[in-house]
């Protein structure tokens, strides 16, 4: 599973990954926000209208916003929202056993749901920022009881972030639903990174469970540079670029 916020790189992911997903990460990544929780539900929409045009056969999931699914009334009214103005495929919501009525009134209402668990971005605040979890036996207890409460809501599978690996593997083992991994070790049914870490694009830091498969910032700027230069120096646009 990767992130996508927009058709052109959804249609470059598209290809290679089982999952495309619409995170709520855009606010961090994209807008330059400290955190994910200032992302509208508008906003959203928008972003998951372009990624669902540029990888139409793909399974997109819609991370549902901070604020969008705190009672299950309005978190049925959201993502009934999300499937009319697009064209996702499940939805995802942050949050345990203690969100396991909400999960249920979604897929007895027919709309697929994602679940994710260990450390939360919404909670960042709450929890005085972002910080591994699953580090002792009763908080690995929690996080399995979590898992299997979601599972039993009716999701089709579990992201798991920031948690120790060995915890997660248990975890993992917990139920029988796929469970994403990000920052969660090797023992999950599959990983998820953020394009923009996968890429080396955001530079402002690196996460420790992200490995960077290009040099993505380095190679735009140097790009940037060169057009830049060719202007300045007249060699840009040549006679093949230019309508004679």
Known sequence: MITAYDALFAALIAPEADIVLVGDSLAMSFGGHSDTLSITFDEMIYH????CRGAPDSLVVFDMPFGSYSSAKNALENAIRVYKETDASAVKIEGGAEK???IRRLTTNAIAVMGHIGLMPQYARQSGGFKV???????VEKLIADAKAIEAAGAFAIVLEGVKANAAKSIS???GIPVIGIGAGSDCDGQVL??????????A???KFARR?????TLAREAIARFAADVRSGAFPSADESYI
Do not use: R
């Not at 953020?194 to 530079?203: A, R």
């Not at 498969?213 to 910032?217: D, F, H, I, N, S």
């Open 213 to 217: 498969y290009l040099e993505g910032a």
């Open 194 to 203: 953020v394009w923009s870490d996968l890429l080396g694009f955001f530079e």
């Open 48 to 51: 998951t209208k372009a990624v």
């Open 205 to 207: 830091f690196k996460p």
């Open 173 to 175: 083992q917990s139920v």
């Open 100 to 102: 396991a009525e909400v």
């Open 133 to 139: 979890q699953g580090k002792d036996d009763a908080a």
